[in-house]
């Protein structure tokens, strides 16, 4: 089941990318709707995520409000918020019980001020004690608590003497100056768009957008062209397999997008599909976005150091 949809998690960061900016006015003409909406911009924003995955024999849901994050371009920090119920991952809870971990519910919270990392879980709390237990390591106070894990400038030094590298794109997908570009971009890479009217959407007077996709299109694409030949056949193959169905839906008043929805159906197993909704909002105060004034600080760089040799020993890899 998992690598199944895995291309399509490839293929909707795509079409996310060309969405997940949007900001803007309403109109008539679909690919002007959206160019709008990218070119006006809306920071910082809100983005929660839900999905569901089914096979037959599994299934998985998770409501959107239980995963979100927020992005603040111009302030440079960002935030995640998680609670997942355990039951609702249709996993074995003995294996969290393995690791420590006796919740009810998978609580995550991270934050990024700009200036320094900082994350909050009972899981992480427990993993942490496991792991450091082994180096002598262990700080003093809470570690389910909040907890930093070094400034900006430490991690990218880590980073750096990882051998790691953060480099982002050098150009965004697609490439468009006015919404002319942008139709053509999409089109040659195989996406079109179509203005399906206005409706009521979540209790939103809203814009709704469908996206057809020519899958051999996109992968013939310039935006695929460094991808390796392996790959490519791999996704030809997994997305000839499935029925998909894209939309989204922009505020009529203000052209913000207020949601992605993509359901996927497998066409030689009716059992399997996978639904992803994201939706986008101005924050509302439900995800921390603040540094927190306690925490646990951890010497991280002295941490990797010690834990390294672990792992690359094969000691928690099994390698």
């Not at 809306?42 to 994050?69: H, K, Y």
Request: proline share 4%; with cysteine; net charge negative.
């Amino acid at each position: 089941m998992r690598r199944r949809f895995a291309p399509l998690a490839s293929l909707l960061l795509a079409v996310s990318a060309v969405a997940a900016a949007c900001g803007g006015s309403s109109g008539g003409d679909a690919y002007d709707l959206l160019y709008k909406a990218i070119d006006s911009d809306r920071d910082p924003v809100q983005v929660n995520v839900g999905f569901a995955l089914t096979d037959g024999s599994m299934s998985v849901e998770i409501d959107s409000s239980q995963i979100g994050f927020v992005m603040d371009k111009e302030g440079g920090s960002g935030a995640v918020h998680v609670s997942i119920p355990v039951d609702s991952l249709g996993a074995d809870a003995s294996v969290l019980t393995d690791l420590g971990f006796t919740g009810d519910a998978i609580d995550l919270d991270v934050v990024f001020d700009g200036e320094a990392l900082y994350a909050r879980s009972p899981l992480v709390g427990s993993l942490l004690e496991a792991l450091l237990a082994e180096t002598g390591g262990l700080p003093d106070g809470d570690l389910g608590g909040w907890l930093r894990f070094g400034t900006e400038a430490e991690l990218s030094g880590l980073m750096e003497a990882l051998g790691g590298t953060a480099a982002l794109p050098s150009s965004s997908f697609p490439p468009a100056g006015n919404a002319g570009e942008l139709k053509s971009s999409l089109e040659g890479a195989g996406i079109t768009l179509k203005n399906e009217g206005r409706e009521d959407h979540n209790g939103v007077d809203s814009n709704h957008i469908s996206v057809a996709i020519d899958v051999e299109k996109l992968l013939a694409s310039e935006y695929l062209e460094s991808a390796d030949a392996g790959s490519l056949e791999s996704a030809r193959t997994t997305l000839s397999e499935l029925d998909l169905d894209i939309n989204l839906w922009l505020e009529a008043s203000s052209g913000h997008l207020a949601e992605i929805d993509v359901n996927a159906a497998s066409t030689t197993n009716s059992d399997q599909t996978a639904e992803l909704t994201l939706r986008f909002r101005d924050p509302d105060g439900s995800i921390p976005t603040d540094a927190p004034d306690d925490f646990v600080e951890l010497p991280i760089t002295e941490l990797v150091e010690d834990l390294l040799p672990m792992l690359l020993g094969g000691g928690m890899l099994g390698l």
